[in-house]
Nanobody
């Protein structure tokens, strides 16, 4: 079990911004692609974005141009900068190693993001 600590969620008005952070053990973080997923009430968990060990990125169409994923290998932390938030972005956001997320394994508690209209 990989111990990932997500933080930065909260309540924000539509159009606002939040930055999520996720810290991972260094030995694991540096060797793995990392991703952010989200799960809205009554919906399946979906991939929001991922970043490779070489910092290539990929985004879901629904967040392109609004969200930015980044990683700081010195701090063993991956970030998700979320701008122009919409009510439909409301969900619990999870970070994970990309390979574990694909296997639907290794999930932590996540962090709640609520966007009010």
């Amino acid at each position: 079990q990989v111990h990932l600590v997500e933080s930065g969620g909260g309540l924000v008005q539509a159009g606002g911004s939040l930055r999520l952070s996720c810290a991972a053990p260094g030995s694991i973080f540096r060797l793995n692609d990392m991703g952010w997923w989200r799960q809205a009430p009554g919906k399946q968990r979906e991939l929001v974005a991922y970043i490779t060990t070489l910092s290539s990125t990929k985004y879901a169409d629904s967040v392109k141009g609004r969200f930015t994923i980044s990683r700081d290998n010195a701090k063993n932390t991956v970030y998700l900068q979320m701008n122009s938030l919409k009510p439909e972005d409301t969900a619990v956001y999870y970070c994970n190693l990309r390979r574990l997320g694909i296997q639907n394994d290794g999930w932590g508690q996540g962090t709640q993001v609520t966007v009010s209209s």
